[in-house]
């Protein structure tokens, strides 16, 4: 280490979270513009369990890349864990006589996924053991508390949410990298090896690197090529599977490898050389992204309990042969399969086809919209415990600004609209690949001749459909009016 100090004593330890970046960092720039710091990461216990397989994978990338990036200034990233984050982070001051700590802000902390210590019940512990602690915003372009309505309290709709937060676009500014870094120099630290995150046996996440690279590097690669790309003709291609039609900055933004800022900082410059309505869609979903968190934040288990408490009393079915289909993409609806294989093979999902799945699983199956979240929440490299649980509340009608429980998404007109040379279905499933539009979406009205061509045998080679649309989306309106009769 080559610019290492003596002096622990006013070292401040920089314990990054998901905030997995050196530039628009705080919690990093003031301390390292205050004295020398020590660089950490910490995967306690309940963190560990928390994250799904996908995520585990992505999280070791981001680490290698950032301990690269900490390099480059001379340091390196110490890792530590432990059962209890406050006593492993209390522990590694005191054996290295540092007093100061500070972090960015976790506001996924709310999340009904984790029972973990709050920032401010986490800070309280390390203040009590004499510690002085610092927490930075930068997660999100304002903490969720920050935004009120007119009135005071929170926006229940996003529609308001957006209005209030828009103008504040304009003045958002991304710190730069900090220009130096002094690293205090401490002895030990964990290895990544040792964390066992990557999957072994079988290990499956060749698909993955393919797919991704986790990173800095790869945030700002996506979303320079979004920006010079799809931004123009954002606002309609969006919602096209087949194109590459979206920035695909949601896992990097999920891990903080790139801030919110410093994506509609880049994407603002560009106005005047894109559409402004294409500019307006795109920050429109960040904004999202935002409003999801503003929704945990008033609904902590928000990824377990229905935002709309009269959803408690709706009848989810049980069939575990039906849920199995859905996660192995073996429903017999292309679209959905599609989609389920997307997921399983690259770790992502495009959106549309999100809601899509999603409303297949709550409605066409009337399985609980929780099975499927915690599904997408082991799969997802982009899993978020706000936009996961927001998105499968938003689907399935229990969410506070949800989508009507009996808007029930025909899979079939969905692929066709979305999808229309069914070029997303035959890169993933195979099995269909030689089939034509329209049969592509719907095989089983495929005359013989048609299924013979292009080698597809029903039930054999392809499954059948698991339900038909018609009967389960009448089974799905008489279980929403169940709901809806007083008791
Ligand atoms: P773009 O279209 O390029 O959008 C830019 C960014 O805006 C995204 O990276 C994301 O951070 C944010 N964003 C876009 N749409 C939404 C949205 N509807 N809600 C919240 N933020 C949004 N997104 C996650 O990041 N993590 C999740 O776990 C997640 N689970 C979802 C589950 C369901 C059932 C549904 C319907 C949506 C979910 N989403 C989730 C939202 C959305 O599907 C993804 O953010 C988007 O597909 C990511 O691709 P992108 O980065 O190319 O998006």
Same mark, same amino acid.
């Given at each position: 280490?080559?610019?290492?100090?003596?002096?622990?004593?006013?070292?401040?330890?920089?314990?990054?979270?998901?905030?997995?970046?050196?530039?628009?960092?705080?919690?990093?720039?003031?301390?390292?513009?205050?004295?020398?710091?020590?660089?950490?990461?910490?995967?306690?216990?309940?963190?560990?369990?928390?994250?799904?397989?996908?995520?585990?994978?992505?999280?070791?990338?981001?680490?290698?890349?950032?301990?690269?990036?900490?390099?480059?200034?001379?340091?390196?990233?110490?890792?530590?864990?432990?059962?209890?984050?406050?006593?492993?982070?209390?522990?590694?001051?005191?054996?290295?006589?540092?007093?100061?700590?500070?972090?960015?802000?976790?506001?996924?902390?709310?999340?009904?996924?984790?029972?973990?210590?709050?920032?401010?019940?986490?800070?309280?512990?390390?203040?009590?053991?004499?510690?002085?602690?610092?927490?930075?915003?930068?997660?999100?372009?304002?903490? +969720?508390?920050?935004?009120?309505?007119?009135?005071?309290? +929170?926006?229940?709709?996003?529609?308001?949410?957006?209005?209030?937060?828009?103008?504040?676009?304009?003045?958002?500014?991304?710190?730069?990298?900090?220009?130096?870094?002094?690293?205090?120099?401490?002895?030990?630290?964990?290895?990544?090896?040792?964390?066992?995150?990557? +999957?072994?046996?079988?290990?499956?996440?060749?698909?993955?690197?393919?797919?991704?690279? +986790?990173?800095?590097?790869?945030?700002?690669?996506?979303?320079?090529?979004?920006?010079?790309?799809?931004?123009?003709?954002?606002?309609?291609?969006?919602?096209?599977?087949?194109?590459?039609?979206?920035?695909?900055?949601?896992?990097?933004?999920?891990?903080?490898?790139?801030?919110?800022?410093?994506?509609?900082?880049?994407?603002?410059?560009?106005?005047?050389?894109?559409?402004?309505?294409?500019?307006?869609?795109?920050?429109?979903?960040?904004?999202?992204?935002?409003?999801?968190?503003?929704?945990?934040?008033?609904?902590?288990?928000?990824?377990?309990?229905?935002?709309?408490?009269?959803?408690?009393?709706?009848?989810?079915?049980?069939?575990?042969?039906?849920?199995?289909?859905?996660?192995?993409?073996?429903?017999?609806?292309?679209?959905?399969?599609?989609?389920?294989?997307?997921?399983?093979?690259?770790?992502?999902?495009?959106?549309?086809?999100?809601?899509?799945?999603?409303?297949?699983?709550?409605?066409?199956?009337?399985?609980?919209?929780?099975?499927?979240?915690?599904?997408?929440?082991?799969?997802?490299?982009?899993?978020?415990?706000?936009?996961?649980?927001?998105?499968?509340?938003?689907?399935?009608?229990?969410?506070?600004?949800?989508?009507?429980?009996?808007?029930?998404?025909?899979?079939?007109?969905?692929?066709?609209?979305?999808?229309?040379?069914?070029?997303?279905?035959?890169?993933?499933?195979?099995?269909?690949?030689?089939?034509?539009?329209?049969?592509?979406?719907?095989?089983?009205?495929?005359?013989?001749?048609?299924?013979?061509?292009?080698?597809?045998?029903?039930?054999?080679?392809?499954?059948?459909?698991?339900?038909?649309?018609?009967?389960?989306?009448?089974?799905?309106?008489?279980?929403?009016?169940?709901?809806?009769?007083?008791?």
């Amino acid at each position: 280490m080559s610019a290492a100090s003596s002096s622990k004593q006013n070292a401040t330890l920089v314990v990054f979270e998901r905030d997995l970046r050196i530039a628009d960092q705080k919690a990093l720039l003031e301390a390292a513009n205050t004295g020398p710091i020590v660089a950490a990461y910490c995967l306690d216990t309940p963190l560990k369990a928390l994250l799904g397989g996908a995520q585990k994978w992505w999280l070791h990338q981001s680490l290698a890349s950032l301990d690269a990036g900490l390099e480059g200034y001379g340091g390196r990233l110490i890792l530590l864990s432990g059962n209890d984050r406050a006593v492993t982070l209390i522990a590694f001051c005191k054996a290295n006589s540092i007093l100061n700590v500070s972090w960015t802000s976790r506001n996924d902390m709310f999340s009904g996924h984790q029972s973990r210590d709050s920032d401010s019940i986490l800070a309280e512990k390390l203040r009590d053991a004499g510690l002085t602690v610092s927490i930075y915003p930068g997660q999100l372009l304002h903490q +969720p508390a920050a935004i009120r309505t007119g009135s005071g309290g +929170p926006f229940r709709v996003y529609t308001p949410f957006w209005r209030v937060v828009a103008p504040s676009l304009e003045n958002v500014k991304a710190d730069a990298a900090p220009e130096k870094i002094v690293f205090a120099e401490v002895p030990g630290g964990e290895t990544l090896a040792a964390w066992q995150l990557m +999957p072994t046996k079988p290990d499956w996440s060749g698909t993955l690197a393919d797919a991704w690279q +986790p990173g800095q590097t790869g945030a700002h690669h996506n979303l320079a090529a979004f920006i010079e790309g799809a931004l123009t003709g954002y606002d309609e291609d969006r919602n096209r599977p087949d194109k590459a039609g979206t920035s695909r900055l949601s896992a990097h933004l999920a891990f903080g490898e790139i801030s919110p800022a410093q994506v509609v900082e880049a994407a603002l410059k560009h106005r005047g050389k894109v559409p402004d309505n294409d500019l307006e869609t795109f920050l429109k979903e960040i904004v999202w992204r935002e409003f999801s968190y503003h929704l945990l934040y008033q609904k902590p288990g928000l990824a377990t309990e229905n935002f709309n408490a009269s959803f408690d009393r709706f009848p989810w079915g049980s069939d575990n042969t039906a849920l199995k289909a859905w996660q192995a993409g073996q429903t017999g609806y292309p679209i959905v399969d599609a989609g389920m294989r997307q997921l399983y093979q690259t770790g992502w999902m495009h959106n549309r086809v999100r809601m899509i799945v999603a409303s297949f699983l709550t409605k066409h199956l009337l399985l609980d919209w929780r099975d499927g979240e915690r599904w997408f929440w082991d799969t997802l490299v982009d899993a978020d415990a706000a936009s996961n649980a927001a998105g499968w509340q938003w689907v399935s009608g229990s969410g506070a600004d949800a989508s009507p429980y009996f808007r029930i998404f025909n899979p079939i007109l969905q692929a066709e609209k979305f999808d229309p040379k069914g070029d997303y279905v035959r890169k993933y499933v195979p099995e269909l690949a030689k089939m034509r539009a329209p049969f592509i979406h719907k095989p089983w009205e495929a005359p013989d001749m048609e299924l013979i061509s292009a080698g597809v045998r029903m039930g054999n080679t392809y499954p059948r459909p698991i339900v038909d649309h018609g009967k389960a989306r009448i089974r799905a309106l008489d279980a929403y009016k169940a709901l809806k009769d007083p008791l």
